[in-house]
């Protein structure tokens, strides 16, 4: 991994290399989080949410769909885990980032949800049905 210097400027690709580090970093965090009993239910509902989505592998906006198929990878879930982060307790994040690390040092590959997934396509046969029943009723 490279040195930071102040005065040097990363290439991008270092910079967005690290900052998808990072958000999977805080995913896996969030799954520990959404187990742990000092946090919120709120929290631990928006939680599950946030890392069934992250590791579904399928998007609720396609990717090949242009611009818009990027909006939920680049704004919506980091936005998301904003949210999340900022309504659990800073002891238990910090609780759950060692546990997150300690975890991607022991497992290999990128984690899956298959949950996340089957909530996608659930999401998108209820858009379908109701576009399709919107248009049948005209």
Not at 55 to 60: H, N, T, V, W, Y
Request: proline share 7%; hydrophobic share 55%.
């Amino acid at each position: 991994m490279l040195q930071q210097n102040p005065g040097v400027k990363q290439p991008i690709s270092v910079r967005l290399r690290d900052w998808a580090r990072a958000l999977k970093r805080e995913g896996v965090a969030l799954w520990f989080a959404s187990r742990h009993p000092g946090t919120p239910r709120a929290a631990k509902a928006l939680c599950i949410f946030v890392v069934a989505y992250a590791l579904s592998p399928i998007d609720l906006v396609p990717d090949f769909i242009p611009v818009l198929g990027y909006v939920d990878d680049v704004l919506l879930l980091p936005a998301l885990m904003w949210l999340a982060l900022r309504m659990i307790p800073a002891e238990v994040m910090a609780e759950c980032r060692s546990q997150g690390d300690e975890w991607m040092r022991t497992h290999e590959g990128k984690p899956r949800s298959l949950a996340g997934a089957v909530a996608i396509v659930l999401l998108w046969i209820a858009a379908c049905w109701a576009a399709w029943a919107w248009w049948s009723s005209r």
